[in-house]
């Protein structure tokens, strides 16, 4: 009890330390949480998905070129659909940025160009609508999409004829 008396005065008499002990505690206690709840996020809790833990990706490297992680490419992707089967499934996506007209203000969105066995794949339901059909993929067919919920309600109002 008297170490706890003389720790109190010793606070009192120099609050510009004992600011600085509490921000430091504060930042520090702040930035444990946020590394601990982003591990949690993507280390810990299994990916939405069904059977997470068999999902494998795929990349490509050219280390001659420093090009270490670039996604596969449009005929690898076609050889490995037809050659590998060592995969019980296999898609493609590719995350890329779209121009969105036809409102009042265009919008630069971001989305994926996608194979359509990867909806399949991940064990993913539109809310609404349909996924890709095996005849929509290839080159020139980029006159279908799937939007995301969160698009769907804020440009198209939740409209149920899209």
Request: charged share 20%.
């Amino acid at each position: 009890m008297t170490d706890l008396r003389y720790a109190l005065r010793q606070l009192v008499k120099s609050p510009a330390f004992s600011t600085v002990a509490i921000l430091t505690l504060a930042l520090a206690i702040g930035a444990t949480t946020a590394v601990l709840s982003l591990i949690n996020g993507l280390l810990i809790k299994p990916l939405r998905y069904r059977d997470p833990t068999k999902l494998v990706l795929l990349w490509e490297q050219f280390t001659t070129q420093g090009l270490e992680r670039i996604p596969v490419s449009a005929p690898e992707y076609v050889d490995f659909e037809k050659e590998t089967h060592i995969f019980s499934h296999i898609a493609a996506f590719n995350y890329r940025s779209f121009n969105m007209s036809g409102g009042a203000v265009p919008e630069r969105i971001q989305g994926a160009i996608v194979s359509p066995a990867l909806f399949p794949l991940l064990g993913v339901e539109p809310v609404a609508g349909r996924t890709f059909a095996q005849e929509e993929q290839g080159e020139g067919r980029d006159d279908v999409v799937v939007i995301s919920e969160r698009l769907w309600k804020r440009r198209f109002n939740s409209d149920p004829t899209l």
